[in-house]
Every structure is written in structure tokens, then in C-alpha cells.
């Protein structure tokens, strides 16, 4: 199964700066002089990028390793999010579940996810397995005990704030299973899911 990303990009902030010089109209002696005062903006920028696979790149895909899942197979995926080198300007981030995007029957309607939120402080990420799905961790979907269907979408309700120039790192720490009471008429069948996760820049301060 694979996630395609789709970023954002939301209310560029003005920053810049505005010069004013004297304006003045003196006549002495047949003398003139006017001075002006001139301005220029620039529109700051916002950009998220992800890491999948090692590699920060803002086109990469999420892929489940999985292999072929039987009743009650569990697997794990993590990504990272940060916004780019360039960007200005803090975002608040959050995250779409679309619903199944291909597939149909039994194996569409029997697999279900979670997820967690988790920052990340230096270069190591941390882990992404089933230790990451405590009662007191930050979820995104589901809970310690509950897990998001794949059939319908959902928007996650925890918004998360991403500083400006790669000041600070999420993952999110995707665990999908297959249902253990999962039909034999899922055997050989295929589904297919989106997530999409949305950033809008907020003034900073």
C-alpha cells in the first residue's frame, strides 16, 4: 500500500521592508528640491518536505512493507515532516485520511490504522513499532485501544506546529493490520489509501 502527499501552501506572509524618505518643496532663489520615499515587499515562503526512506525530498511515497498480509497481520510505516530550508515562517500542520483509494470487498473493508505523533530531537528518529502506540502518546488517528477503519476518511483532529527552516521535525508512526476475523474471499485482493497532510503558515511570534 502506498500514500501519496500532497502539500499546501497557505497565506504568504508579507515581510519586507518600507523606506520613507522627506518630502519637501522649498523654493529659495528659483531652488527646488523633492525628495521621495519608495517601498518593497517580498512574500515570505512556506514548503514542507518529507522523509520516507532516509532522504528528505517534498515528492516521496510511503510504502508498507508488509509483504502478504494474513488475518490479524500488523505492519509500520513512519514519516517525517519538516518545512524546508527556506521557508520563513512557522505552519500548523495537520493530516486527511482520503478513504480507500483502490480495491474493493473484503480486504478494503477489513483493514484499519492508527497513528502517533512523535518528535523528533537530533538525527535519530524515534522508533516506529508497537511500543509507540502507549495510552499517553500523541495520537492522530485512533487510540491505545481503537483503530480508524480504511473504508471511510477522516481528518485527524490534532493539529501540530512545525517551526521555519527545518527548527523542528514530526514523524508520524503509522501501524495498519488486517482484521483477524478478516473473509476468505479476501484472499489475492488488493486496497489502496491516501493521506494527505495540509500545513497553513501562521504569523510568527
Known amino acids: 500500500m502506498r500514500r501519496r502527499r500532497r502539500w ?8 519586507g521592508g ?6 519637501a518643496s522649498v523654493t529659495m532663489a528659483a531652488w527646488n528640491d523633492t525628495e521621495t520615499g519608495t517601498a518593497e515587499f517580498r512574500a515570505g515562503e ?11 525530498n517534498a ?24 518545512t524546508t530550508p527556506t521557508t520563513t515562517v512557522p505552519g500548523d500542520m495537520t493530516v486527511t485520511g482520503t478513504g480507500r483509494t483502490s480495491g474493493s470487498g473484503a480486504i478494503a473493508d477489513s483493514l ?21 502506540f502507549t ?3 500523541t495520537y492522530a488517528f485512533g487510540s491505545a485501544t481503537s483503530w480508524q477503519a480504511m473504508s471511510s476518511g477522516v481528518t485527524s483532529p490534532t493539529v501540530r ?25 479476501a484472499q489475492g485482493t488488493r486496497a489502496g489509501y491516501t493521506w494527505t497532510w495540509d500545513a497553513t503558515s501562521v504569523a510568527p511570534g
Do not use: H, K
Request: net charge positive; aromatic share 10%; hydrophobic share 40%.
Open 112 to 132: 484499519e490504522y492508527r497513528a502517533v505523533i512523535q518528535p523528533v530531537t537530533g538525527t535519530t528518529p524515534p522508533a516506529c513499532g508497537a511500543g509507540a
Open 59 to 82: 515528492t516521496r511515497q510511503m510504502t508498507f512493507t508488509s509483504g502478504a498480509m494474513f488475518p490479524g497481520a500488523v505492519t509500520y510505516a513512519p514519516v517525517r515532516l519538516r
Open 135 to 137: 495510552s499517553s502518546a
Open 161 to 185: 506546529r512545525l517551526e521555519a527552516a527545518q527548527r523542528s521535525t514530526l514523524q508520524y508512526c503509522f501501524e495498519v493490520r488486517l482484521r483477524a476475523n478478516t473473509p476468505n474471499s
Open 18 to 23: 518600507v523606506a520613507f524618505g522627506l518630502g
Open 46 to 56: 512556506f514548503q514542507l518536505e518529507a522523509n520516507i526512506d532516509g532522504t528528505w
Open 8 to 15: 499546501r501552501q497557505f497565506r504568504a506572509l508579507l515581510a
